[in-house]
């Protein structure tokens, strides 16, 4: 496995600003993502959490401030290199293809990648992962329920085989059930050596998972520090976290 | 509360079936009276029938062709490309061009089917071109404004082909020798033209490459992804660019090759022939369902079969109502199924 000097982190963003036309949606965020670890992000709706993503994924571009992925910048990465370079995202509202079959989403989910063997052993691993979707493997994703749908998001990034797996609310409008296989889910994926940034409004739960949090609140960093600490201090709950 | 609000809607369902039932039952009886047309121009003239029907067929292929650009484009970014009729058109005049001044062919001998031959891959690659070039400068600027935009840019790119089309090829019909031969294979009265045999079996095997390429290859799926979802496709690794262009190089390929066989089985182009042909090859995406590859290929050899016999059969309305009755047609398909006759509706578009 390729990665950064020791002591670097996998992932490090640097004081980025990103607009959509003249309206500034993230404003001179900086943070980093050790290996291994699950970093979640959080905030209210229209924090800016979702740009932050899409900008690391390649899908933005950040008007000032750099990314860096292994040690390489990747700020100005058109978004279908970026996931070949070992970053998959798995978008807010889950984005499945609904015309094609649970397959053939997963198919597009390695679309990047070469080797057979390596993709069949990824597609067993994540069937292990969601057995649900083993047995709806040739249905169309567009008629299946929404949490089935999340698993297939999930899924389908888990197919790049990527070293660091971002998650755009994945317990969004999912029964509370469903919710904590997500999140269990997501403890399993890293347990297998994949780093995790997590976006999440639930931020409760959110921070059970997770080992460092960065709060943001409208396109600006507004707290930051270990998940424990960030549940446990009743002024943070009671100001940013809804608690 | 909860029992009169189902109640109105068991009375909106049954309402809804009974409206239903009269559609469908008007759809059978006008279906019954088209057979029963067919049955009593079969018995009374078969040998015009089956003439009318062939000649029918050769220029459905053609329509299937151009239709498949049509759809191809719409299925990929939803964008009616009207320029897509004259791109055709350009192609008939370069075909022209190309087989009979530049290569000299002259006359059905080996020598000039080679040249054919050679015309036609250099057509393909000269719609491809064009289609691309057009995408690239007019439509991927345009791809995140409003659709209007993109569709205003696509009438004003044809008006650009099509003053192209009369700079080069004049604006008096030009006539051209052809490689194929007049005539054909007769039996009996009737005759399956040499130009019907060739348009067919270019066409039948260019669709089933090309159902292959978009369903089965990689490039295919990309295709697809590309046309449900950009910026989901683009996380897969998805060049989308390389994509849709490589969607606008397919299209423009049918189109050039259905320049060169317009051109063998007519003889004559004029720098309006894409207005025309164009607005019936959309005629037939739509009848078929847009976006679908399979529906554009049916619905081009429908109209192409309704024309034929309408025009050619004893008890038709004759060739002076041929294009009320494919527009008849296409209103009373759109009525029907609006979605075309395999169209899906996209109720997952938001």
Do not use: C
């Not at chain 1, 709060?215 to 201090?233: N, T």
């Not at chain 2, 007019?138 to 003053?163: D, E, H, K, N």
């Not at chain 2, 005759?191 to 079996?201: F, H, K, P």
């Not at chain 2, 209103?331 to 899906?344: D, R, S």
């Amino acid at each position: 496995m390729s990665q950064g000097a020791v002591g670097e982190p996998l992932l490090q963003v640097d004081d980025i600003s990103v607009y959509y036309g003249n309206i500034a949606a993230v404003k001179g965020l900086s943070m980093s993502v050790p290996q291994g670890a699950i970093v979640t992000l959080i905030g209210s709706n229209g924090a800016g959490k979702s740009t932050t993503l899409r900008t690391i994924s390649g899908l933005l571009h950040p008007k000032s401030g750099r990314i860096t992925f292994e040690g390489k910048e990747i700020s100005r990465s058109p978004g279908h290199e970026v996931v070949g370079m070992g970053i998959a995202h798995s978008p807010e509202g889950r984005r499945i293809f609904p015309r094609m079959t649970v397959d053939e989403n997963l198919e597009l989910g390695a679309f990047t990648r070469d080797d057979k063997e390596g993709i069949a052993a990824d597609r067993d691993h994540v069937l292990e992962l969601f057995p649900r979707l083993a047995e709806r493997i040739n249905q169309k994703a567009g008629t299946m329920s929404g949490g089935e749908q999340q698993m297939l998001a999930v899924a389908r990034a888990m197919m790049a085989k990527p070293r660091l797996l971002l998650l755009d609310e994945p317990s969004m409008g999912l029964a509370p059930v469903l919710v904590d296989l997500i999140f269990d889910t997501i403890e399993k994926i890293r347990e297998s050596g994949v780093t995790i940034l997590l976006v999440e409004q639930n931020a409760l739960a959110a921070l059970r998972v997770a080992d460092y949090a960065y709060v943001m609140e409208s396109g600006f960093l507004k707290l930051q520090g270990p998940a424990r600490e960030l549940a446990e201090d009743d002024e943070v709950v009671r100001a940013y976290l809804g608690g | 509360m909860t029992t009169a609000t189902a109640v109105e809607q068991a009375e909106m369902r049954i309402a809804m079936t009974r409206k239903e039932a009269v559609g469908r039952l008007l759809g059978v009886v006008l279906l019954l009276g088209v057979a029963a047309w067919l049955v009593l121009n079969l018995v009374t003239a078969p040998s015009q029938f089956f003439n009318s029907l062939l000649f029918g067929i050769g220029n459905g292929a053609l329509y299937a062709l151009i239709a498949l650009g049509y759809t191809l484009v719409y299925g990929i970014i939803e964008l009616i490309n009207f320029a897509h009729g004259d791109l055709f058109m350009l192609s008939t005049v370069f075909s022209g061009f190309m087989m009979v001044y530049w290569l000299g062919a002259e006359g059905a001998n080996p020598a000039s089917w080679a040249k054919l031959l050679l015309t036609l891959v250099l057509a393909m690659g000269f719609g491809a071109t064009i289609n691309v070039l057009i995408e690239r400068v007019a439509y991927r600027r345009l791809r995140r404004a409003p659709r209007l935009a993109a569709l205003i840019t696509a009438v004003g790119m044809s008006f650009i082909l099509q003053w192209v089309g009369l700079r080069w090829n004049g604006s008096a019909p030009r006539l051209w020798p052809t490689v194929v031969p007049e005539g054909g294979i007769s039996i009996g009265d009737v005759t399956l033209q040499y130009s019907t045999i060739m348009v067919v079996t270019f066409t039948i095997p260019v669709l089933l490459l090309l159902t292959y390429v978009v369903q089965r290859t990689k490039q295919g799926r990309a295709m697809r992804a590309t046309a449900q979802d950009q910026d989901a496709a683009r996380l897969m690794g998805i060049n989308v660019d390389r994509t849709i262009a490589f969607t606008f190089a397919l299209g423009g390929a049918m189109a050039g090759a259905a320049g060169l066989l317009y051109l063998e089985a007519v003889g004559t182009t004029r720098y309006d022939a894409g207005f025309h042909l164009g607005l019936i090859a959309f005629t037939a995406a739509v009848l078929g369902g847009i976006g679908n590859l399979a529906g554009a290929v049916l619905g081009g050899f429908l109209i192409g079969i309704i024309q034929g016999l309408n025009d050619g059969l004893p008890y038709g309305f004759g060739q002076k109502w041929s294009q009320t009755v494919v527009f008849s047609i296409l209103i009373m398909v759109m009525v029907f199924k609006p979605t075309g006759i395999l169209g899906q509706p996209t109720v997952e578009k938001v």
